[in-house]
């Protein structure tokens, strides 16, 4: 399966963006996804995750409270609300497929995951 972020885009300090990770090739519907973000010169760093069923998260401590990671199965597409958005969380951002059926437990390490498209920039300005 091969995922594709999109949505991304320049918007200013405080404000919001929702960015969406969609499926082409198969339904990801069993599977964790995650969404990671990797800054110029930096490492990929994991943002947020939802498990296969849509009733369990996860989030960097970066990133709680401002970003919302919710999704859609019958549209096999997953959503990242970014609201109070700071020029820290510039960077590309992906979107991955947890590589476990059903995982019990949301992986936060980048190898657990795999489809990576493109990515979509965001860039908040100061």
């Known amino acids: 399966v091969q995922l594709q972020a999109s949505g991304g885009g320049l918007v200013q300090a405080g404000g919001s963006l929702r960015l969406s990770c969609a499926a082409s090739g198969r339904t990801f519907s069993n599977a964790d996804i995650a969404w990671f973000r990797q800054a110029p010169g930096k490492e990929r760093e994991f943002v947020a995750a939802?498990?296969?069923?849509?009733?369990?998260?996860k989030y960097a401590d970066s990133v709680k409270g401002r970003f919302t990671i919710s999704r859609d199965n019958a549209k096999n597409t997953v959503y990242l609300q970014m609201n109070s958005l700071k020029p820290e969380d510039t960077a590309v951002y992906y979107c991955?497929?947890?590589?476990?059926?059903?995982?019990?437990?949301?992986?936060?390490?980048?190898?657990?995951?795999?489809?990576w498209g493109q990515g979509t920039l965001v860039t908040v300005s100061s």
């Open positions: 991955g497929v947890g590589t476990m059926y059903r995982g019990s437990v949301i992986g936060v390490s980048p190898s657990l995951y795999y489809g």
């Open positions: 939802i498990n296969w069923s849509g009733v369990s998260s």
